[in-house]
């Protein structure tokens, strides 16, 4: 293998390893604050709706409220998530959702 490969390799290796390590690290010995923890408990749903969003309202590009049937899925497959808890169920509704629309 050619050395400047391995260099890059190993440099991407490092880079992505910094960032998740150090935290841990430095955080492991720090008691944080309750208001933080509160704080960080809402940034999982943040997330997911951040990567939702795009791809529920616009699926073109633009924004589509009518006719969509990614948002249409969405409904029920919302429900049976909050209703039952179930990841299987739910992306099993998700799925059913999507071919019945899709007909």
Known sequence: MDKQILIIILGTAVV???PRMLPLVVLSRVR??????RWLSYVPAAVLAALLAPGLLLPDGKLSLAANPYLLA???TGFVALKTRSMALTILTGMVAMVLIQR
């Open 32 to 37: 944080l604050p309750e208001v933080f923890l």
């Open 16 to 18: 992505t390893y910094l």
């Open 74 to 76: 969405a409904i029920p």
